[in-house]
């Protein structure tokens, strides 16, 4: 057995306390979670997909927008083998360059009513058309191509900044993201211009058509009911293209991303009524020049070493990526770049590279569950995997009792956690040679529990967890080195073992008292 003299366990308790001061808390450090993608759908095929959206419905279905004026449903199962095509428009479509088939969104109620808005380029003239389409009761992945009715139409000048996307806010209105209406710069002055549709984020309420409209405008639109013919469908202005834009199904905030011109590429939380810049300023740099009093500057930017166009994502508050639950998850166009956004109020932004995929990434989308995928022009839609390389965290195990006697097992607790799922926790321990290993048990949240066996009259124990997550990463809590330890004290004497002490102090007393006698005897008789 292992012994040590009083004071080792003093001068040990010392130097650890030293080193805990210097060193920091006895828990095993974190590495990143690497992140990575792959074909969602290895069997599937789109041309030129531009969006992702499920109908919100429970049908656990997504459909793929493609650009020259199809959209695509399948079931999101990774071994799907075919899509079916749910509308196609192509001969109402101007497809060419940034034209197309745009935008696509479910109506909330669609469960009810069967609607869906889409946004796409139309010819002769060029303009943007928003419509509505219905599919038949009959037939849930066939959309009824003559039940068209036109919302709204705008005007396009140039063949870009078309914008396209649609998206029902938490408040029911649908949301359309307007780019400037193109070629470069703006010449047109659209972004500033409150009484242009171009260079917009619009709101408008489907569910209440006013006179002569196929919509309402929301009472609290920024603009409504305005006498100085200001667009009253403006819930937003100063964009150049904010062609993807979408909002956090947590909070509601409303992300956009909007491409620069030739400096910047930004993310803006984009609130009612305030002035996102362009053409006044391209992210936080002048551009046309101008008053900057006012507008509204982007929580994130970034200049062409990092990429060409921004393409707006979700903020993931899916369930396979803890680590990025409540991030902004965004790309480029032109560089392949995924990146992670993380921003809570000014000066806190954090922006994380996730993968430099090198892929045309065209769009995000996010299932019902609201796991992420994104749409390339290599024709495939692809999701974000997380790989767990991160080990559990072990928590300071606590012990009971904390000074066990000869008889008495020692339970040992501890708290493990891993974003990735704890697999197993082992409590290793020794009384002087070779450790052994004990398997802790799940105790209730991220609690484990184990037990240390009855261990002889002054045994010195030493201890430490070893914690192993589902990706078989490991952590050991060996308190730096030092182990965890107690020493087993005396038992108490038994009444038994105080009887054998009693009659033997008893009889040595008696031969004591009896040599005292005899001796005066003995010198009696000399
Ligand atoms: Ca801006
Ligand atoms: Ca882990």
Redesign the pocket.
Known sequence: MKRKAPYANLVFFLVLIVYLMLFGSPVSSQTPTEYSFEQAFPQLSFNLPVGLVHAGDGSNRLFAVEQPGVIRVFQNSQGVTTSKVFLDISDRVLYGGEQGLLGLAFHPNYEQNRYFYVDYVADNPRRTVVARYSVAASDPDQADKNSELVVLEISQPFTNHKGGQLAFGPDGYLYIGMGDGGSGGDPFGNGQNRSASLGKILRIDVNSPSTGRNYGIPADNPFAGNTLGYSEEIYAY???NPWRFSFDSATGQLWAA?AGQSQRE?I?IVEKGKN???NI???TLPYAGGDQTGL???IWEYGRDEGTAVIGGYVYRGATMQALVGSYVYGDYGSGKIWALSYSGPGTASNMLLVDSALAISSFGVDEQGELYFCAFDGKIYKLTASDSTPPTIGAPSRSPLNPLPNQEVTISVSVADAGGVASVILSYRSGSAFANVSMAAAGGSNFVGNIPALPYQAFVEYKIIAYDSAGNFAVNDNQGFFYTYTVIPEFPSLASMAVLLIGALAIALMVKKRRVKIPFSIALA
């Open positions: 100063g964009f150049r909007d930004e803006d996102y810049g362009w300023m391209e992210g509204e500057l982007p």
